[in-house]
């Protein structure tokens, strides 16, 4: 397993909730590696240094990127990490909630290791079709979002302000861990995290144990796949899916439903725990 | 006006986009500021030294930005940002899409600029009520995206693979730009850009410069108000509000009819200029 986590500061909740994680996914027999990306001070910029990359030619990433894999000459950074994505059965992916999506320095990571022809552009040797959605490089993992919100859980329902969490991650779910094979759990928010007290956090921290405990056994969020006859050669949903359904709802096997019920089993801090009880033990 | 472009290569189409688009509006007589966050080697990743903050003690990072704005020591280069950010009527911001959303660099340019008490976090003084999604830190501002995308449009329209492009980019139209008081402009994409002639480049680039020339006449992509009635204080969506509406969807007053109508007139590469013409001038 791989446990890949983001937060400035040491003490965070979002560290501290790794270091329960990873111990207790210890405890359970797995093996799992950490990539704390602040301690490793990872670098989050693609540049033509990634790839051996000759300044003098223009860099179209995709295909530079490509090669760099075919020939081994991607940077030794990128390599490493490549290695234990390689080797892990499941990837939990950690971080505080930014501007609706990952930290700079954790999407960096996606955009550096996940390369055309690691993690995508890789084709089906017999038919030639390109594995996308629902098949990929990184087929037969599991990956799960792990995420401190400084909002409250109802803002991030199905009618919530902020938009669904299940959709505003939609791009991560779908997009990164659906596109590249990987199965997505449903993911596992900690709200409120701005205001969370000592006993917040032990129950955040009961409930992560309980999630991990299940982790094999956890139903996926389940996508439409490319290749499963849901969708047109142009990659458009033929007209008898979902008919009528635009957006991105149209994608989802798993009914609406039932991704809230999901999210109603990973619940939040209690709304009694809130403004009354400003003292933060841990910064999200 | 104020460009915001990230890119590796000097010579990519993204960069050529720019440098086209900022020419026009200089043309048309705008004062325009660009940041090429790759040229600036800018710094995408939040840290304790943003704020002038003690590492001895534990980093609230919401309440040290705020704290470090107002005692005025946010670091240097993240001041210089904001001054260019304030003084602007118009923010474009420049991006090959990757893994459905920014390139690292520059979501650690709105990590790191787009702090507490800046951005967002600011209360209105006669009621006290927090300015958020219609309202905020940077109100009477407009904010473009324009994108690079390897993928055909019809992937990314309202039924295609990829989830309708105005919902992929959610979490930047409505979680930024909305969320802090500016009026979302529908994005503008160019489609099938790893395969982009010169001819289609040509195309593009007058399709921006169109689009840049009715700047001020462009009916944003208009998203719910915070404070305009339709939330509750748990700031969930009022039951007569899209009765019967979750996820992203619901947040919308522009219909989907209306953002599919926006998509088409920013019309793509066209279907015929395809695999048959793969000779990149450029890189997306």
Same mark, same amino acid.
């Given at each position: 397993? *791989?446990?890949?986590?983001?937060?400035?500061?040491?003490?965070? *909740?979002?560290?501290?909730?790794?270091?329960?994680?990873?111990?207790?996914?210890?405890?359970?027999?797995?093996?799992?590696?950490? $990539?704390?990306?602040?301690?490793?001070?990872?670098?989050?910029?693609?540049?033509?240094?990634?790839?051996?990359?000759?300044?003098?030619?223009?860099?179209?990433?995709?295909?530079?990127?490509?090669?760099?894999?075919?020939?081994?000459?991607?940077?030794?950074?990128?390599?490493?990490?490549?290695?234990?994505?390689?080797?892990?059965?499941?990837?939990?992916?950690?971080?505080? &909630?930014?501007?609706?999506?990952?930290?700079?320095?954790?999407?960096?990571?996606?955009? $550096?290791?996940?390369?055309?022809?690691?993690?995508?552009?890789?084709?089906?040797?017999?038919?030639?079709?390109?594995?996308?959605?629902?098949?990929?490089?990184?087929?037969?993992?599991?990956?799960?979002?792990?995420?401190?919100?400084?909002?409250?859980?109802?803002?991030?329902?199905?009618?919530?302000?902020?938009?669904?969490?299940?959709?505003?991650?939609?791009?991560?779910?779908?997009?990164?861990?659906?596109?590249?094979?990987?199965?997505?759990?449903?993911?596992?928010?900690?709200?409120?995290?701005?205001?969370?007290?000592?006993?917040?956090?032990? $129950?955040?921290?009961?409930? *992560?144990?309980?999630?991990?405990?299940? *982790?094999?056994?956890?139903?996926?969020?389940?996508?439409?796949?490319?290749?499963?006859?849901?969708?047109?050669?142009?990659?458009? &949903?033929?007209?008898?899916?979902?008919?009528?359904?635009?957006? &991105?709802?149209?994608?989802?096997?798993?009914?609406?439903?039932?991704?809230?019920?999901?999210?109603?089993?990973?619940?939040?801090?209690?709304?009694?725990?809130?403004?009354?009880?400003?003292?933060?033990?841990?910064?999200?």
């Amino acid at each position: 397993m *791989l446990w890949i986590v983001a937060h400035p500061d040491r003490r965070s *909740l979002t560290r501290a909730l790794a270091d329960e994680g990873v111990a207790h996914l210890d405890e359970l027999g797995h093996d799992v590696r950490v $990539r704390d990306l602040y301690a490793m001070d990872w670098n989050p910029v693609v540049d033509a240094a990634d790839f051996a990359h000759d300044p003098a030619e223009r860099l179209l990433v995709g295909e530079a990127a490509k090669e760099a894999l075919r020939r081994g000459t991607l940077s030794d950074d990128i390599r490493a990490e490549q290695e234990l994505v390689r080797a892990a059965d499941v990837l939990i992916v950690q971080f505080p &909630l930014w501007w609706y999506g990952m930290p700079a320095i954790l999407k960096g990571w996606f955009d $550096r290791v996940f390369v055309n022809g690691f993690a995508f552009g890789v084709t089906d040797p017999d038919t030639g079709t390109v594995l996308r959605y629902g098949d990929g490089g990184l087929r037969g993992r599991r990956a799960m979002i792990v995420t401190t919100i400084g909002a409250r859980e109802a803002a991030f329902g199905p009618r919530g302000i902020h938009g669904e969490l299940e959709e505003v991650l939609f791009p991560i779910q779908h997009g990164i861990f659906h596109y590249t094979g990987m199965d997505p759990l449903p993911p596992f928010a900690v709200y409120g995290a701005d205001r969370a007290t000592a006993h917040d956090f032990a $129950r955040a921290a009961a409930r *992560l144990r309980e999630r991990l405990s299940a *982790l094999a056994d956890i139903e996926p969020v389940r996508f439409r796949t490319q290749n499963g006859g849901d969708y047109d050669a142009d990659l458009v &949903l033929r007209p008898h899916v979902a008919p009528g359904v635009t957006g &991105l709802a149209a994608h989802y096997l798993t009914s609406a439903t039932e991704r809230h019920g999901n999210l109603q089993s990973v619940s939040p801090v209690p709304s009694d725990l809130g403004e009354g009880r400003r003292t933060p033990v841990v910064s999200p």
